[in-house]
């Protein structure tokens, strides 16, 4: 039957139907996704390795460079401990990144 010859009530209903439809498709992959996530300790240990990596990284990258800088131009203040909250800040968001691309990859599956 046609939208236009469809009383309010019934146009209504059928909105209704549509909307529970696609709800019930969302729940039932929400579902699935939470019973069908056996990475195993394998793939914990993974994102733990690339989280942990992608923080010390740049943080001891920031250290050794403020080590060379305050040994090369000595002042008033601390290079080393500059860089180091600058390597642990930017070290945070490719951690970020990386666990966010993560869960992308899991979604996705």
Same mark, same amino acid.
């Given at each position: 039957?046609?939208?236009?010859?469809?009383?309010?009530?019934?146009?209504?209903?059928?909105?209704?139907?549509?909307?529970?439809?696609?709800?019930?498709?969302?729940?039932?992959?929400?579902?699935?996704?939470k019973f069908q996530k056996d990475e195993?300790?394998?793939?914990?240990?993974?994102?733990?390795?690339?989280?942990?990596?992608?923080?010390?990284?740049?943080?001891?990258? %920031?250290? &050794?460079? !403020?080590?060379?800088?305050?040994?090369? @131009?000595?002042?008033?203040?601390?290079? $080393?401990?500059?860089?180091?909250?600058? %390597?642990? &800040?930017? !070290?945070?968001?490719?951690?970020?990144? @990386?666990?966010?691309?993560?869960?992308? $990859?899991?979604?996705?599956?």
């Amino acid at each position: 039957m046609n939208e236009e010859h469809l009383t309010p009530i019934e146009r209504l209903r059928r909105q209704a139907e549509d909307f529970t439809k696609k709800v019930s498709a969302k729940e039932a992959r929400k579902i699935k996704g939470k019973f069908q996530k056996d990475e195993g300790i394998w793939f914990g240990l993974g994102v733990v390795g690339i989280v942990g990596w992608s923080v010390v990284i740049p943080t001891l990258i %920031g250290t &050794a460079i !403020g080590l060379w800088i305050d040994g090369a @131009w000595p002042s008033r203040f601390s290079w $080393t401990l500059m860089l180091l909250i600058l %390597g642990v &800040a930017l !070290g945070c968001l490719n951690a970020w990144y @990386w666990v966010n691309k993560a869960r992308e $990859t899991i979604i996705k599956d």
